[in-house]
Each structure stands twice: as structure tokens, then as C-alpha cells.
């Protein structure tokens, strides 16, 4: 007496049969398995090309945004680790850049290359500090100016030296004010 084994079984000996079984569902469906694979691959790829692409072409910018709070407008300046890191280089800095010598020389950076002015008169903006967050350099100013419903002159030419086409972004937010605009070119401001 023979012991049937599942190998067996698939071989065709349960059959007396001296050539394999084959299975009939796995041979119906291996056609639309071998596109299927074909088709995982191709997207996976070209996912993988997508985020190179989006990686290779982050603009260059910083996002500033002033809040009025009680008496004074908070300013935000935010710019990505990579950004701030070459800034450091540019500068001739060579301290890691979370440390506190490198947000000292950052914050620097920004109080130097951005300013204010009210009604033709240039504003004191008032550098509170500097810390790293996730992918991002903050950079915080207050300004004890008035919450009219006046925009500001904005000047920034940060990241210019690194990135001709760098943009600071302005976001601000006051009791009758709500604007966002750009800032582009060198001493120049828009409030579209």
C-alpha cells in the first residue's frame, strides 16, 4: 500500500499517472498574474521617479509671517534646514547648525537681510532668537509698531546670494488685516 502525500498528489501519482498534475486554476490565472507584476513594477518605479522629481525642484524661499498679539506684531521667519545650512557655509560659519553659535549667526542672517518701514520711516524690529523644528530654521522678531490697516514696506533679500529666484512669502494677520503676498526682487515689496 502507498501513502498518498500532498507531493504525491500534485506529481499525479493518486491517478496512476506518471506525468505531473497540473493545477488548473493556478494555470488559468498565471496570464493576469504575470501583467499584474508587470504593472506593480512599472508604478512602483514610477513613484520612485515622482518623489526625485519633486525632491529636485523645492523652491528656495522663506515664509514670514507677522501676527499681531495685544501691542506688538510677532514676526515668524521660517526656512528649510538645507537652506539655513548653506547660509552657514556662505557665511564662512563652520558650527553645527542647531548648535547655539549657528542659530546665533542665522538670526543675524535674517535681522540683517529683512526690514521694515512704516509711513517712509524704517521700523526697529526687535531679534527674540532662533530654533530648529522637524525640517525647519524659525527665526523670531517682534515689532512694536501700529496695528493699523496700513501694509508695511517690506524689504528681504534673504537666501538671495544662495538662490537668485529665492521669494520670502508674507503672510500678515492683524484686527483689519489679512493679506499673503511675495517679495522677490531686492528692496522691493508687493501687496496684492
Not at 506518471?18 to 486554476?25: I, L, M
Not at 490565472?29 to 512602483?44: H, I, K, N, S, T
Not at 525642484?57 to 498679539?69: F, M, P, Q
Request: without cysteine; proline residues 4%; aromatic residues 8%.
Amino acid at each position: 500500500m502507498k501513502l498518498l502525500t500532498l507531493d504525491a498528489f500534485n506529481a499525479g501519482e493518486a491517478r496512476g499517472s506518471t506525468s505531473p498534475r497540473r493545477n488548473p486554476v493556478r494555470s488559468r490565472l498565471w496570464p493576469a498574474y504575470l501583467g499584474f507584476q508587470r504593472v506593480g513594477w512599472a508604478v512602483a518605479v514610477l513613484m520612485l521617479l515622482s518623489v526625485q522629481v519633486t525632491e529636485a525642484h523645492r523652491d528656495h524661499g522663506v515664509w514670514t509671517e507677522l501676527v499681531w498679539s495685544e501691542d506688538r506684531f510677532e514676526i515668524t521667519h521660517h526656512m528649510h534646514l538645507q537652506d539655513a545650512q548653506r547660509v552657514l557655509e556662505r557665511l564662512g560659519v563652520d558650527v553645527r547648525l542647531d548648535s547655539p553659535e549657528g542659530l546665533a549667526q542665522l538670526a543675524l542672517y535674517v535681522e540683517d537681510r529683512f526690514s521694515l518701514s512704516e509711513r517712509g520711516e524704517s521700523a526697529h524690529l526687535e531679534l527674540i532668537g532662533a530654533e530648529t523644528e522637524g525640517d525647519f530654521l524659525y527665526v523670531f522678531q517682534e515689532w512694536h509698531g501700529s496695528e493699523g490697516s496700513e501694509i508695511p514696506q517690506i524689504d528681504s533679500t534673504l537666501l538671495k546670494e544662495i538662490h537668485p529666484d529665492a521669494v520670502t512669502w508674507i503672510r500678515i494677520e492683524a484686527p483689519e488685516l489679512n493679506r499673503t503676498w511675495s517679495v522677490d526682487g531686492h528692496n522691493s515689496s508687493s501687496s496684492s
